[in-house]
Nanobody, 123 residues
Framework: QVQLVESGGGLVQAGGSLRLSCAASGSTFSSYGMGWFRQAPGKEREFVAAITRFGITTYYADSVKGRFTISRVNAKNMVYLQMNSLKPEDTAVYYC????????????????WGQGTQVTVSS
């Protein structure tokens, strides 16, 4: 089974930027779409962004559209989430996801998850 390891989280002021990275093990990385979800305290895990196998198509939650950018480098088994113009409401644990699943426009899960990285945005 693939292992996903996130990094890059931390504390940042509102309006600042962070770049999350996710390193994936295994030789089948380019076989799957990848994504990011997040979970704030007391809330359910929610979809943030997804990218198709070769990076042709990306998807974003309305709340992050225009501020976050998902990308991947298949040769390095890496997926990234560039987060700009961060807001306090972006505070959450961010999870890297292999093969995120959706029903229509609703993203509801994934094949595998990383352990998560904390992002805290202060006001």
């Amino acid at each position: 089974q693939v292992q996903l390891v996130e990094s890059g989280g931390g504390l940042v002021q509102a309006g600042g930027s962070l770049r999350l990275s996710c390193a994936a093990s295994g030789s089948t990385f380019s076989s799957y779409g990848m994504g990011w979800f997040r979970q704030a305290p007391g809330k359910e895990r929610e979809f943030v962004a997804a990218i198709t196998r070769f990076g042709i198509t990306t998807y974003y939650a309305d709340s992050v559209k225009g501020r976050f950018t998902i990308s991947r480098v298949n040769a390095k088994n890496m997926v990234y989430l560039q987060m700009n113009s961060l807001k306090p409401e972006d505070t959450a644990v961010y999870y890297c996801a292999e093969e995120p699943m959706r029903s229509g426009s609703r993203w509801y899960g994934a094949r595998s998850w990383g352990q998560g990285t904390q992002v805290t945005v202060s006001s």
